[in-house]
């Protein structure tokens, strides 16, 4: 029996995460090339309602009524039957197979999320919205990282680059010209949740010093922004390494993630920083693409477990 399958990017967040928590805005981009994929096949003999699930990524092989109600799959199917009011959910084997380094502040979680929700709905014969699926997927995300700001799920979900400001409508960016990255594995993985918690920590012990520091990354976003329409890569480079230094004092980069960044910059990009949780994961670099395999090297050189290369296509290639 041929199975239905779906995909959903992987993201990264250019400049303000964590402040993004706090209410700042932020700006994030997919990466095309770099995905999740999941396969649904339908299993005819099972019970009803039974979802066997798995994951050689992470080594899971599961039936979904054993998981806990608070973990992500269960989560998930339960946004989606509310969703689409189906009571009993037909026998299936659901398969994960997934590019997106885990636990590296790539977004696999929300990308599973997404590309879940999205083969699910063709399984059952429905076309969600991109809201409908970024919604769904939220409610996923809460089980990884508790209090999420929700960037991570809109822009895999819109596969679109979002400004994007809790609670507030999604704007999405008008790009005039590709936007060449790099994005460097530390070799280490990290829980978001850690960092988030661990920013909420010194946020309680020393509001006025550590909202100070929120502030100064949701100003930096907003220039950044201007930059980011108008092309002009030189300045948002600059933005980038400036974010960087203010998620140091916020305490959420480390040695390793310093040293990469420190080694991108060397070997001539425009500007660098720790994307996604910190505490390990990534660093990204912007990079001219006359310069991007020096850079790589650099980054090999320097301990990058590995290095993807992303371009983000001007807005008039994908609309
Ligand atoms: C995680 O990709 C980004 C954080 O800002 C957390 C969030 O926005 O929920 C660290």
């Known amino acids: 029996m041929p199975s239905i399958s779906a995909t959903a990017p992987a993201k990264v967040i250019l400049l303000g995460e964590h402040a993004v928590v706090y209410n700042q805005p932020a700006i994030a981009f997919p990466v095309p090339n770099v995905r999740a994929r999941v396969a649904i096949l339908a299993n005819p003999p099972g019970k009803p309602g039974h979802v066997e699930i798995t994951s050689r990524q992470v080594q899971l092989q599961t039936s979904l009524d054993v998981l806990p109600p608070e973990h992500a799959f269960q989560r998930l199917f339960t946004a989606f039957q509310r969703e689409t009011g189906l009571k009993q959910l037909p026998a299936m084997q659901v398969t994960i197979s997934s590019e997106i380094p885990v636990a590296a502040g790539m977004g696999s979680g929300a990308a599973v999320s997404v590309a879940m929700l999205k083969a699910l709905g063709l399984f059952v014969g429905i076309k969600f919205s991109n809201a409908q699926l970024a919604a769904m997927a939220y409610e996923a995300e809460k089980a990884y990282h508790g ?145 991007q395999v020096k850079v790589m090297d650099a980054l090999y050189q320097a301990g990058a477990e590995r290095v993807f290369p992303a371009t983000v296509r001007k807005t008039a290639d994908y609309e």
Do not use: H, W
């Open 147 to 291: 209090n999420p700001s929700g960037i991570d799920n809109t822009v895999i979900a819109c596969e679109k680059p979002v400004y994007y400001k809790k609670n507030e409508p999604i704007t999405f960016l008008t790009l005039p010209s590709d936007f060449n990255l790099l994005i460097a594995y530390s070799g280490i993985p990290a829980q978001t949740i850690a960092t988030v918690n661990a920013v909420r920590a010194k946020m309680e012990q020393s509001p006025v010093q550590t909202g100070a520091i929120i502030e100064q990354i949701g100003t930096l976003v907003r220039q950044a922004r201007v930059y980011v329409e108008a092309g002009d890569v030189a300045s948002l480079g600059r933005a980038c390494t400036q974010n960087q230094s203010l998620l140091m004092q916020l305490g959420v980069s480390t040695p390793k993630l310093e040293y990469l960044v420190n080694a991108a910059i060397n070997a001539g990009a425009l500007g660098a920083k720790l994307t996604g949780g910190g505490g390990g994961g990534n660093i990204l670099a912007l990079v001219n693409p006359e310069i």
